[in-house]
């Protein structure tokens, strides 16, 4: 009969009205402010630059090597590398990024910097609340801004950072032992002087260039 | 006591014009009940507008808003701040002077209409003679607004969304005013207030409203159809369709002026549901006779926002007509079931007191409504669609 369909959506309509007074599942909604859901662990937003240690200046991991500026599709990052080496947070004298920027209003969160890093220096972060009155400087992160300790790291995507870690940690023994294997056979043939060429050779490159 | 309450409004006003000479009285009378109208009905808008809101929230699984004062009770008055702050744009090209005359048209004839209604026991602004008349004449006249409006803006959509309300409203005004004809058939009256009145007795417990009659069903369906159609709501909101037309005749409208429309809009619905509640509803009558100490002035603005309440109730549930569905409703459905519906009035006007009357009335009803229902609104079962091209 004509005006079924009509009382049939009126009734359905009514029981959403009713029930979203009762029923919790029906009212979803999360009044944000407030009240928050928390994020999810594979939750991204912008890119940050871990640090290892307390002081975020000497710890950070990044060697100023400009691949996640070259890679950028949107072209967000600007990286400026220091004229001097500094210790890194394992001792070894490494460049540094003098200045490190990230324009946020531009970039659009790929976390292609994050995959070419060959350093696990930059990561992906889940704090989107970055509203700022000031339009320029205030969407244009600095190396301050962007550094954050790998505790934070852990903090906020820990399967991921414990990975990372293991990694880090796998290649610093595995560089070690080179370092010691080198050392021993470098000892061995310090005997005979004339060899001395060899021993520089032998030297490793870098504990940190091989990561695969 | 019981009447002192429902006559309040008259009594104030006899208080506050019996300060003056003799001679001004009726005309201070009028001011003051005009000025009351034009305060109380924008008041009620904003509490629509806000009902609408909640309820439309509500009926999505949402919240509505909640923001602004306790419930988001004060949305509407944000709502308006904003809007009279922002800028009035003025197309360049456009005709400035019908532009800007149009919303003002539409507001003051929307408000007209309120002249007439019984919105109490002795409350009405003008007891005309042929008030229902009058009622229609006002609204009919917002047609010619909506026209000035879409005609002035110079914008393609705003003249296609003035151009089907024109037409979607002169084909539903023809059975809003043949559903109030069978009205008129069994008062005997033109006058609101007297149609209101004539309401006002009871069977037992029971109203001897015009709704608890077969004929007087069947009218009020096709009354509310017709008066959802001639509001533009939804489902017949054609003429600011937002997915074709931008919204319609009021486009180019910024700032006050597109407030203007919002509130006639809104208006419309009030005077509308209020000539619903008067023809059909019993005006200001209780619904119970042992609640007839219950001021009458609240009887008619409850009734009133029921029926608000359903505008927006079939505003969450139905979606859109297209314009074909539109008219063929009009013209194949619910005209010829009115012409039939006055027929049936007159043959319970004639056929006597009894159970019969009933029993043959609300027969003939049905059968027509069912039988017109399959036939007339039946789908036409259309093949895959194919086109030619020109070689």
């Known amino acids: 009969m004509l005006g079924e369909g009509i009382v049939k959506g009126m009734l359905e309509t009514a029981k959403n009205f009713a029930g979203s007074y009762v029923s919790k599942e029906r009212l979803t909604t999360v009044e944000y402010p407030e009240e928050r859901i928390a994020p999810i662990e594979a939750a991204r937003v912008f890119p940050f630059l871990v640090y290892d240690g307390t002081d975020w200046e000497s710890g950070l991991r990044c060697v100023a090597c400009q691949i996640c500026e070259k890679e950028c599709p949107p072209k967000c990052i600007y990286i400026d590398k220091s004229k001097d080496k500094k210790p890194d947070a394992l001792g070894k004298a490494q460049f540094y990024p003098s200045r490190f920027d990230i324009d946020i ?3 659009m969160s790929c976390q292609i910097c994050v995959e070419v890093c060959p350093f696990e220096a930059i990561k992906m972060d889940n704090e989107f609340e970055l509203a700022t009155d000031d339009r320029f400087g205030g969407l244009l992160l600095d190396r301050k801004d962007l550094a954050k300790s790998n505790q934070y790291y852990h903090s906020i995507h820990p399967t991921e950072a414990a990975e990372v870690d293991a990694r880090l940690a796998a290649e610093k023994a595995k560089a070690d032992a080179k370092a010691k294997a080198a050392a021993s056979a470098a000892a061995a043939k310090a005997d005979p002087a004339a060899k001395a060429e060899g021993a520089t050779k ?7 260039a091989g990561g695969d | 006591m019981a009447t002192t309450l429902d006559q309040i409004f008259i009594l104030l006003r006899d208080w506050i014009t019996g300060f003056l000479p003799q001679a001004w009285r009726p005309a201070a009378g009028i001011v003051l009940g005009a000025a009351t109208i034009v305060c109380l009905f924008p008041a009620l808008f904003a509490l629509a507008v806000w009902m609408e809101r909640k309820g439309l929230g509500r009926m999505q699984n949402r919240l509505g808003p909640n923001r602004v004062g306790p419930f988001g009770l004060l949305q509407p008055i944000a709502d308006g701040i904003k809007s009279l702050t ?7 090209n456009a005709d400035a002077a019908v532009h800007l005359l149009a919303p003002v048209v539409l507001v003051v004839t929307v408000f007209m209409g309120f002249a007439v209604l019984p919105m109490g026991r002795n409350m009405v602004l003008v007891d005309m003679d042929a008030g229902l008349l009058f009622f229609f004449a006002m609204g009919a006249s917002t047609e010619v607004a909506v026209f000035m409006a879409g005609w002035s803006s ?8 003035a151009m089907r309300a024109v037409a979607q409203m002169i084909s539903y005004e023809v059975v809003l005013l043949l559903s109030g004809v069978s009205v008129v058939m069994i008062s ?15 069977t037992g417990w029971l109203p001897n409203w015009y709704i608890f009659t077969p004929w007087g069903l069947a009218g009020f369906i096709m009354f509310a159809i017709a008066a959802t159609a001639e509001t533009n709501r939804s489902p017949f909101d054609l003429p600011e369709g937002e997915s074709e037309l931008v919204a319609g005749y009021h486009t180019e409208y910024s700032g006050f002026k597109f407030a203007l429309f919002f509130l006639g809009e809104y ?9 619903g509640t008067t023809l059909f509803l019993g005006g200001w009558s209780a619904p119970l006779s042992i609640l007839t100490w219950v001021p009458s002035w609240i009887w008619f603005f409850a009734k009133v926002m029921v029926s608000i309440f359903v505008f927006i109730w079939m505003r969450g549930t139905l979606p859109r007509l297209r314009q074909d569905q539109l008219m063929n409703f009009a013209w194949k459905f619910v005209l010829p079931f009115t012409l039939i519906n006055l027929m049936v009035t007159a043959l319970w006007r004639f056929m006597g007191e009894g159970w019969e009357r009933w029993a043959v009335c609300s027969l003939i009803l049905a059968a027509v409504f069912v039988l017109m229902g399959k036939v007339g609104m039946r789908r036409e079962h259309l093949g895959p669609r194919s086109y030619r091209y020109a070689e």
């Open chain 1, 105 to 107: 209003s531009v970039c």
């Open chain 1, 202 to 208: 032998a030297k490793p490159e870098s504990p940190m």
């Open chain 2, 86 to 92: 922002k800028e009035d744009i003025v197309p360049l």
């Open chain 2, 154 to 161: 110079r914008n393609k959509y705003s003249l296609l969304g």
């Open chain 2, 188 to 202: 005997g009256s033109l006058s609101l207030v007297k149609i209101a009145s004539a309401q006002n007795h009871y």
């Open chain 2, 267 to 275: 208006l419309a619905m009030f005077s509308i549901s209020g000539l």
